[in-house]
């Protein structure tokens, strides 16, 4: 039964419910709480609603690349990375490979980051902190039009641990 379904259902009980109240001339205040709990249930259904429309909104507007990866993580982790995302999108990074210290350079306003040439470790603050994909990680695999791995980073971020 789906959740329009129940909602039509109870809004259906309480309208019998209602009318008799009405038919038998009873109280004010039973009719008045009827009142209110049918509002209570429109109510509901439209937070049901928006709940559903933020949920095909989120899903529309992931990269293709990062729709994998955030499927596995879980939802905390990936309004973490979104802040990241969002960053991302207003700036281009240039990567140079030092092959001494098999490191990418980035070099920011202040600063130079280093990454992993094997994109699992990145010096910035928001690496360090979450131990997610930061902007220069994800910035990488979309310049190189590859997916981030899904099991590469911090295993408690993963959704298969909020099951246990």
């Known amino acids: 039964m789906s959740a329009a379904d129940i909602y039509q259902h109870s809004v259906i009980i309480q309208l019998i419910a209602l ?7 009873q109280r004010l205040a039973e009719v008045l709480k009827n009142l209110v709990n049918i509002a209570k249930l429109r109510l509901s259904d439209r937070k049901l609603k ?46 140079v490979l030092n092959k001494e210290t098999s490191t990418y350079n980035i070099a920011s306003c202040n600063t130079t980051y280093h ?38 980073f911090a295993e408690h971020w993963r959704n298969e641990y909020l099951e246990l």
Not at 19 to 25: A, F, G, I, M
């Open 50 to 95: 928006q709940n559903i429309r933020d949920l095909r909104f989120a899903t529309k507007s992931k990269h293709r690349l990062l729709k994998k990866f955030a499927e596995s993580v879980s939802p905390y982790a990936w309004r973490k990375m979104e802040k990241e995302i969002k960053i991302m999108k207003k700036k281009s990074y240039d990567f």
């Open 115 to 152: 990454l992993k040439s094997d994109l699992t470790a990145c010096t910035c603050d928001f690496f360090m902190a979450f131990e997610l994909p930061c902007r220069h990680i994800i910035s990488f695999h979309i310049q190189e039009n590859t997916e981030i791995p899904t099991g590469s």
């Open 19 to 25: 009318n008799d109240v009405l038919q038998k001339t």
